[in-house]
């Protein structure tokens, strides 16, 4: 049986970490440390992973036949995470720019 609120939290607070790493690898850009900027964009995918495994579980249960009722809490944790990976796809847009404004 899933444990709804111990995956939700897990999902939330790997989701969070990526945010976080992901606008950090904008304010490095921004400051032209552009290494920097990649390592916090590689830390992000690392916590999104994690997000994206605890979050296959539930998905993987339901498909083994499992009858879930989702909670409020994990349709947030989803959010949190879809919210998550479209900041990041971003956030490698806005590095890539930066440092194509650097070459300048």
């Known amino acids: 049986m899933i444990d709804f609120e111990k995956v939700s939290f897990k999902v939330i607070a790997a989701s969070g970490e990526a945010k976080s790493k992901a606008m950090e690898a904008i304010q490095f850009a921004k400051a032209k440390q552009f290494l920097e900027a990649k390592k916090s964009l590689e830390q992000a995918e690392q916590f999104m992973i994690d997000a994206e495994r605890e979050h296959m ?9 499992d009858k879930l009722q989702l909670t409020a809490l994990f349709m947030h944790a989803e959010d949190q995470m879809l919210t998550t990976q479209t900041l990041m796809l971003v956030s490698k847009e806005f590095v890539d720019l930066y440092a194509k404004l650097n070459e300048k």
């Open 57 to 65: 579980e539930v998905v993987q249960a339901e498909a083994n036949g």
